[in-house]
């Protein structure tokens, strides 16, 4: 499924295996994700003087490295320029060292009884869970998707030790918020599969070998990155926030005018406004002048009582408002709001007075 997507997005390299370019994906908006700009990788610290000037050429000003003070300590910092800025913003929840140390310890009992019927799989759902729910976490993906939109930042590459769990993660981020479709990301998410296939096969197998592993499918959903855990995140996201739009302006601290500069960078200075989407629940009081189903251009004209609201903010007051109907427009649609201001904070917690 996924190895007519690889070849092109591969940086190859003698002392890592999954550094690929981000770009080339179609948006919603029509326009491709710029490639060069923006990469994706496993751990750095086993590249050679030649991977070094490979990367050289990329134009590299920043690298993001996701790992724990253990894992570079374990496994080595990284090999980079002088020239290229490192900003290390460790994720505790992709550090599989406790899975490793069970490995590595020959306990075929334990090994099954904490690795097998499903168990392994589940390990790695709350994982991905994790990247949502753990404040410190959330916090490095933001900080990074923060770098990620900052001026003169790019090229950048951001990596994890097997550049699967994190970093496809902040791949799945990334691409989301620029408005491409999530069959495109969760392609993305599982080309790991693809490169470290090979890899990832000899050691099972070497592991049942030596007698270490008693099974080598105990490790695979260790190893291998599955649909079911880029939808675990996608749907905690979902869950605590009510979108993931909300998730990026709530839980990642990342503003409007950041996404903004985010999409110019990577879409091009052509790129719209970006649109609302066709399916929203809305409670209606008063008139409502409009049929179910009847599309027509986009404008969300702000009333006397309050100033223009962002997309963000706009669905703040959806999210807010309950749900009595729901309309469906093949395209964007044209809503003017009155926001009672006798609450607080009337974008949040005032009624809403909607004529359509």
């Not at 007519?4 to 997005?9: F, L």
């Not at 490793?100 to 690795?115: C, M, N, T």
């Not at 260790?222 to 869950?239: K, P, V």
């Amino acid at each position: 499924m996924t190895g007519e997507w690889a070849p092109s997005r591969l940086v190859v390299l003698d002392g890592a295996v999954n550094v690929r370019d981000v770009g080339g994906y179609r948006s919603a908006y029509g326009l491709e994700v710029v490639r060069g700009r923006l990469f994706r990788g496993d751990s750095l610290s086993q590249l050679t003087s030649v991977d070094v000037e490979r990367l050289d050429r990329l134009g590299l000003r920043t690298v993001i490295d996701f790992r724990t003070a253990g894992e570079v300590l374990l496994n080595g910092e990284d090999r980079l320029s002088s020239g290229v800025e490192l900003a290390h913003l460790p994720v505790g929840g992709g550090d599989l060292g406790a899975i490793y140390e069970l490995i590595a310890s020959g306990d075929h009992d334990r090994q099954r009884r904490e690795l097998g019927d499903g168990r392994a799989a589940s390990f790695m759902v709350e994982i991905s869970r994790g990247f949502v729910t753990d404040a410190r976490q959330r916090e490095a993906f933001g900080a990074a998707l923060r770098l990620i939109c900052a001026p003169n930042r790019l090229p950048l590459l951001y990596h994890c030790t097997g550049g699967k769990d994190r970093a496809g993660w902040m791949t799945a981020i990334v691409l989301t918020a620029l408005g491409v479709p999530r069959e495109l990301v969760l392609r993305d998410y599982l080309l790991s599969n693809d490169f470290h296939r090979t890899g990832y096969q000899k050691l099972r197998f070497d592991l049942v070998k030596t007698g270490i592993v008693p099974d080598p499918e105990l490790l695979r959903p260790i190893l291998e990155q599955s649909a079911t855990y880029l939808g675990a995140a996608f749907e905690e996201a979902d869950r605590r926030y009510g979108s993931f739009s909300r998730f990026l302006t709530y839980g990642l601290e990342v503003s409007e005018a950041m996404l903004a500069e985010l999409r110019r960078a990577l879409l091009g200075d052509l790129v719209p406004p970006e649109p609302v989407p066709s399916r929203y629940p809305l409670r209606w009081r008063g008139p409502m002048r409009c049929r179910r189903h009847q599309a027509s251009n986009v404008k969300i004209t702000a009333s006397p009582a309050i100033a223009p609201m962002s997309r963000s903010q706009f669905e703040d007051v959806w999210f807010h408002s309950g749900s009595v109907i729901e309309i469906f427009a093949p395209g964007p649609i044209w809503l003017r709001f009155t926001v009672v201001a006798a609450a607080a904070k009337p974008q949040r917690d005032g009624a809403i007075i909607a004529n359509c």
